[in-house]
Each structure stands twice: as C-alpha cells, then as structure tokens.
C-alpha cells in the first residue's frame, strides 16, 4: 500500500474511531426511582459533577455497525462508516487522476469528519490547489417547513446530537492538522448560503441533509456547478425517504439519466456524464 493511503486509511479509523473503541468510555443514566440507593446514587452523582466527574460505564461497541456507518457514535467525527468513507476516497482519487476541475463540498456535515477526509486526501495526494467546502447551520437541522409536504412530522431538528457548532468543528480540523485556508466554511441555513456562496466549479458535491428542503435546495444550487466528470454522492437516498424524493424529482425535472449506484446503508452516488 503506498504512504498516502497508509495515511488515508489511519485517517478513516481516527474519524470512527475504530482504532479506539476500548477506550469509548460512556456515561451512564442516573438510577431512577426514590429508594435509599437511588437517591444515594442521584446524590454522590451531583457532588462528582460539581467536580467534573462523571459515572462511566466500560466500552460496549458493535464493531460491524460502526464499520457501516450504523450508529451515532458518541466521540466520533463521522457516523459514515469506512464504506462511505472509501467510497469518498475512491471518487476523490478518481477526479484528481483525470483532472475534473473544481472543489470538493460536503453539505451537511455534522462534527466535520467527511469534510476533513476530503482535506486529508487532498494533502495526501498532493493537490495544491482545490478548496473543501464546509456547508452546514452548525446548530441542527431545520424544522419543517410547511412549503416541502414531504418533511411534515419530521422531528430532526429537535435532536441535539445533530447540533454541532462551527467551533467544534474547527477545532476537530485541528485536531488533525488540517485547518487552514483551503478549508472554507458556508455557515447558516443552505436556502441563505448555497445559492450565493462563491463557488466556480465542483468536482465532488457530498449531499447529507437528511430533509426534501435541505437536498433540494443544495441540489439546485450547486449541482450546475459540478464540473462533467465529477461525483454527487447522496448519503441518504434510501435511509432519508424525504432525501430521496428530491433527489428523484431533481434527476427527473432535469432529465438527469446516469444510473445511480448504491455504496451501503442508503448511500448512494454517480458521476456526472462527460
């Protein structure tokens, strides 16, 4: 295997934290009830925190799921998997190889770790030039809006996991070396920042906002902009019906006809024709 996907490869179980897992320490729920112990535990509870202690219970992890991309990770920058993030690989190799011109973008990108793939693979394949784009509210998905039917009930935005604030994931990016100014972020809702942002050409557009509004508007805004040659993943066309939807009626409104091709748990990509 040669250095740079050595490195790459360290990269994807840093960001799952697959090379860590014994070390995934949890904090536990308090002890309900009103019996002497509960109370006892609620209490010595309290005075740790005051401390800042915490009770921890020992690392229990499904490895394989974590491997797919199959649970919310509580440390982790990615919940993708290392499926995905080959499948990010594989196309970023690809558009550098045949010189696709444009910038990579993820939109949607929780604590960061897809978009700090991208970085990653750009230094290790020694591209100079292109820039990642780091598109996201960083506070949470949207509600609903009354104008897209295919998001009624949706209760994303209320999940706080999802909210990750644009310091976190600066900070994450320095984590790992790779925060300079070949990282550029579009904060606030896609709607307001997609259309405008300034953007020439893309040859990876990373589509992961879970709602019919969200794909649709980074859909609209941006896939112009991919460059023939270049890849549109889709992280959740099976696992995000509402995803789907948009994506569907994008591909038919625009006569879209490259055969879409599945990566793993919903995922889904293709390459823009030449």
């Given amino acids: 295997?040669?250095?740079?996907?050595?490195?790459?490869?360290?990269?994807?179980?840093?960001?799952?934290?697959?090379?860590?897992?014994?070390?995934?320490?949890?904090?536990?729920?308090?002890?309900?009830g009103r019996s002497p112990r509960a109370i006892f535990s609620r209490w010595l509870r309290r005075r740790w925190a005051e401390n800042g202690l915490a009770v921890m219970a020992a690392p229990s992890v499904d490895v394989e799921r974590r491997r797919c991309g199959g649970d919310w990770p509580p440390f982790a920058e990615t919940m993708i998997g290392l499926h995905r993030l080959d499948n990010l690989q594989h196309c970023i190799k690809i558009v550098l190889h045949d010189r696709i011109p444009g910038d990579l973008i993820e939109t949607g990108v929780w604590r960061g770790g897809a978009t700090i793939f991208m970085r990653a693979a750009l230094e290790a394949y020694g591209d100079r030039e292109r820039t990642v784009w780091v598109a996201d509210s960083f506070q949470g998905l949207p509600r609903p809006n009354a104008g897209y039917p295919a998001d009624a009930g949706d209760l994303l935005w209320a999940v706080q996991l999802l909210a990750v604030s644009l310091d976190e994931v600066k900070r994450n990016f320095m984590r790992y070396g790779l925060l300079d100014d070949r990282v550029k972020f579009l904060a606030g809702w896609f709607k307001d920042t997609l259309a405008t942002a300034p953007i020439t050409d893309l040859a990876l557009l990373r589509l992961d906002g879970d709602l019919y509004e969200s794909t649709m508007d980074a859909l609209t805004a941006l896939y112009p902009k991919l460059s023939p040659g270049g890849f549109l993943i889709i992280d959740d066309f099976d696992a995000m019906p509402p995803s789907r939807q948009a994506v569907e009626d994008y591909r038919a409104a625009h006569d879209i006809t490259e055969p879409v091709e599945l990566i793993n748990r919903g995922g889904v990509f293709w390459r823009k024709k030449s």
């Fill in 1 to 32: 295997m040669e250095p740079a996907d050595l490195y790459l490869d360290l990269m994807k179980r840093c960001l799952t934290r697959l090379a860590f897992l014994d070390q995934e320490w949890r904090p536990t729920a308090p002890r309900p």
